[in-house]
C-alpha cells in the first residue's frame, strides 16, 4: 500500500475530481441538482454553418431548402433506415464521388468541432440533421486540433511537451494559416 502512485500523479489519468459523498444532515438524498456538461471543443462554426459553407451557400437560414442539403440528407436519412444491419462500404458504393467527397469533408469539419452522430428528422422536403455533441463532465474545454484529422503534427508536439521543452513558441493552427477554412 505504501507504494501506490497518487492518481493525480500518473500519467495514464489526465483529467480527474475528487467526488465528495457528504450529505445535508437528515436527508439521504442530495439536494444539489448536477452541473450541466460543457462542450469538450470550443466550436468556431456550428455544423449548419458547416454544411453551408461547404455546400456554397452563403445564408445559413436558406440551407435547409437547398436540394444539395436534402440530397445529404437522404443519403443519411437511407443509411439510418438500414440500422445496425447497414454495411457503410456497401452502402457508399451507390454514392456519387462528389456527393462522397462534400459527405467527407462534412463529418471531417463536424467531428473536429465536436459534433459526431447525425441522424436526420423530419419529413421528405423538410428533413433537418442533428448531430451529437461531445461534452466534457470535468469542464475542460479543448482546442479544434484535438479531434482534427489533418496532417500536421501540432497537437501531438503541445501534448508531448516538445515546444516547451525546447523552448520553442507554439505554431499556429492550421486553420488560423489557411484563409477562407472553416473554424476561422
Not at 437528515?26 to 471543443?41: A, D, H, Q
Not at 422536403?125 to 442533428?130: A, D, L
Not at 503534427?153 to 494559416?177: S, V
Amino acid at each position: 500500500m505504501e507504494n501506490l502512485t497518487p492518481i493525480s500523479e500518473t500519467r495514464n489519468v489526465q483529467h480527474y475530481t475528487n467526488k465528495s459523498q457528504t450529505r445535508p444532515s437528515g436527508s439521504t438524498r442530495s439536494t444539489r441538482e448536477p452541473l450541466p456538461s460543457k462542450p469538450l471543443i470550443r466550436r468556431k462554426a456550428s455544423p449548419n454553418e458547416i454544411i453551408a459553407k461547404i455546400l456554397g451557400v452563403w445564408v445559413v437560414e436558406s440551407l435547409f431548402a437547398s436540394s444539395l442539403y436534402q440530397a445529404i440528407c437522404n443519403h443519411i436519412f437511407n443509411y439510418q433506415k438500414l440500422g445496425a444491419a447497414g454495411k457503410w462500404d456497401e452502402y457508399r458504393a451507390g454514392i456519387a464521388e462528389a456527393a462522397l467527397r462534400q459527405l467527407g469533408e462534412i463529418f471531417s469539419e463536424c467531428r473536429r468541432q465536436g459534433y459526431l452522430n447525425p441522424r436526420v428528422v423530419g419529413e421528405d422536403k423538410n428533413r433537418k440533421i442533428i448531430w451529437e455533441q461531445i461534452v466534457s463532465r470535468a469542464g475542460i474545454e479543448y482546442d479544434l486540433c484535438t479531434l482534427c484529422d489533418r496532417g500536421c503534427n501540432r497537437r501531438k508536439n503541445i501534448d508531448e511537451g516538445f515546444y516547451h521543452h525546447q523552448g520553442i513558441e507554439e505554431p499556429p493552427a492550421c486553420w488560423e494559416k489557411e484563409v477562407g477554412r472553416i473554424g476561422v
